[in-house]
C-alpha cells in the first residue's frame, strides 16, 4: 500500500487541527455537540486540554519568541515564558515579573 504524502499549506492556510463546535460549518448538517466531541477524546484516552498544551509545546519549539505564543494562543506572558524555557532550555529568556 503506497503512503500518500500530505499537501503542503502554508501555516496560515492549514485547515484546524480539530474540528469543534466553532470551526465546524457546514448548514447540511447538525452542530457538533460537546458531548460529541468529548467521545472522540475519551475514545483515544486523550484529554483536550492534552492536544493543546502539547500544541502550544510544538510551537514553542519552533520559536523562541513567547510574544508569538501570547498572540497565537491568547495565553498569559508568564505561561508563554514557561513554554519557550521548556522547548529551549538551553536558551535563557528572563523571567517575566
Known sequence: MAER???????SHQPPLLIS???YRHPASPPLSY????GAFDQVG???RQV??????YEA???TDPVHLV???GIHPHIAVKYVHTAHPDKALPWIR
Open 52 to 57: 493543546w498544551a502539547d500544541r502550544i509545546l
Open 46 to 48: 486523550l484529554l483536550p
Open 71 to 73: 498572540r497565537l494562543f
Open 35 to 38: 458531548c460529541g466531541l468529548r
Open 21 to 23: 463546535t466553532h470551526t
Open 5 to 11: 504524502a500530505a499537501p503542503a499549506l502554508a501555516p
Open 61 to 63: 519549539a519552533q520559536t
